[in-house]
């Protein structure tokens, strides 16, 4: 359990990936909008950032550049039109004579990227579109029906054309494949999570954990649709719940840049801030903490480094009883708690397993009670088992910086901290092995 809660400071501020290529041109011609203002924004995570703010001139054309090695959506707001669109690494015009803009009366000159997803829209929406009117209208035909096989045959058919076309997107080289892939997945197994069966579960959990491509997500406008509509994967109710930092670390691994990286576990802190998973969010803390990728850390994430203030590398604290720790590995546990109830008959079940790895447990517990602690305790096979009926205020607790149960440290034979952790099956001893 958590000790306090803090309020989440949510960073936000102006990226442009860091790739060194020239910055594309791109023409407007707005006929309907001569000598109006224009606004042209770009997504980055939860961030909006406005790139460009003009006038188009008494025909209605403007220009502007886009960021170097930006490849991503878009939008231009003129008048009452917001329109979306890709910006990658093309020069292009676009086009349009009409005040409402939309992808229907759009013109690009020299986009490959923009016509093709605006092809593959339009084709894509027209044949769900048959396909969810033939479905209803098979609802009112009796099975045995003629014209009911009729139907049928057509719904298979473009069902089949469908699931072609998506598999020539995997082919394609365009940003817009990939895009309209995303935009599939976000608005289909993300949104539709609530009404899937377990096994659709598994296969979304599946591809969020070793799949979701998290750096395309970051520049799509689909970012927070898409890590909002997860949640419901991983709620308190569900069998994933305890899999959201693990699979999380996952998409945190894949980031391709330092911006993404803190911007996801930002976002992360915030929504175990404003799903009350504190449990959650103190595993996201080692997670980080461990991978040190984060040099200069701001938020939620900040505060945690001041609390958690044992880490990698620090010298393990002799404990206030005097023993001195070595090849240790010491766990911080509390009777009642189902976290720890849990790790801690892991610890049992692997006792033998961690003392052929040269290692010692040493445990301490934030009970007040003395007979509940004995009877929490008799059963553990290692020999230092200790508790001060202090609670959070004991020593050892302030000493190592912990906030929360269980918290796991692992001690070298130098008495060096190698690493801190919410679950036994994370730590070092556990890196090589199957979870």
């Given at each position: 359990m958590i000790m306090m809660r803090l309020k989440l400071l949510i960073l936000i501020t102006t990226v442009i990936n860091g790739i060194t290529v020239q910055a594309q041109d791109i023409s407007l011609v707005l006929g309907y909008y001569p000598e109006q203002p224009y606004v042209v924004t770009i997504k980055q995570g939860t961030a909006t950032d406005t790139i460009h703010k003009g006038i188009l001139d008494k025909e209605g054309k403007g220009i502007f550049s886009t960021p170097k090695g930006y490849a991503g959506m878009a939008t231009l707001s003129v008048g009452v039109s917001n329109f979306d669109f890709i910006l990658s690494d093309e020069n292009f015009t676009l086009s349009c004579p009409q005040e409402y803009i939309y992808g229907g009366n759009v013109e690009f000159s020299g986009s490959q990227e923009n016509d093709s997803l605006q092809l593959w829209f339009y084709q894509q929406a027209v044949r769900e579109q048959k396909i969810a009117l033939l479905a209803e209208t098979e609802k009112v035909y009796d099975p045995t029906?003629?014209?009911?096989?009729?139907?049928?045959?057509?719904?298979?058919?473009?069902?089949?054309?469908?699931?072609?076309?998506e598999g020539a997107l995997q082919t394609s080289p365009l940003y817009a494949s990939r895009f309209i892939k995303l935009y599939n997945f976000q608005n289909k197994e993300v949104q539709g999570i609530l009404f899937a069966d377990s096994l659709q579960k598994e296969k979304i959990r599946t591809f969020v954990r070793d799949s979701l491509d998290v750096n395309l997500?970051?520049?799509?406008?689909?970012?927070?649709?898409?890590?909002?509509?997860?949640?419901?994967?991983?709620?308190?109710?569900?069998?994933?719940?305890?899999?959201?930092?693990?699979?999380?670390?996952?998409?945190?691994?894949r980031t391709a840049s330092d911006r993404i990286y803190t911007t996801l576990a930002e976002n992360l802190f915030a929504i175990c801030e404003t799903t009350g998973w504190n449990n959650l969010e103190e595993e996201?803390?080692?997670?980080?903490?461990?991978d040190a990728r984060i040099k200069e850390p701001t938020g939620r994430f900040k505060v945690l480094m001041n609390l958690l203030k044992l880490f990698k590398g620090n010298k393990a604290p002799v404990l206030a009883n005097g023993h001195e720790l070595r090849n240790t590995?010491?766990?911080?546990?509390?009777?009642?708690?189902?976290?720890?109830e849990n790790e801690m008959e892991q610890l049992k079940n692997n006792y033998s397993y961690i003392q052929s790895k040269g290692y010692e447990i040493v445990s301490i517990s934030t009970d007040r009670d003395d007979t509940i602690f004995r009877n929490t305790t008799s059963s553990f096979p290692w020999k230092h088992k200790y508790c001060?009926?202090?609670?959070?205020?004991?020593?050892?607790?302030?000493?190592?910086?912990?906030?929360?149960?269980?918290?796991?440290?692992?001690?070298?034979?130098?008495?060096?901290?190698?690493?801190?952790?919410?679950?036994?099956?994370?730590?070092?001893?556990f890196k090589n092995e199957e979870k």
């Open positions: 029906d003629l014209f009911l096989s009729l139907l049928t045959k057509e719904k298979e058919k473009l069902l089949r054309e469908q699931s072609g076309f997500l970051f520049n799509s406008g689909l970012w927070f649709s898409t890590l909002n509509g997860l949640l419901a994967l991983y709620d308190y109710d569900t069998v994933f719940h305890r899999d959201f930092i693990d699979d999380m670390s996952k998409l945190l691994e996201l803390a080692y997670f980080l903490l461990n590995l010491l766990v911080f546990h509390e009777s009642g708690c189902g976290s720890c001060d009926l202090k609670g959070f205020e004991s020593p050892d607790f302030m000493a190592y910086g912990v906030i929360g149960t269980p918290t796991f440290y692992l001690i070298n034979e130098d008495g060096i901290v190698t690493g801190r952790y919410a679950r036994l099956q994370d730590t070092d001893l």
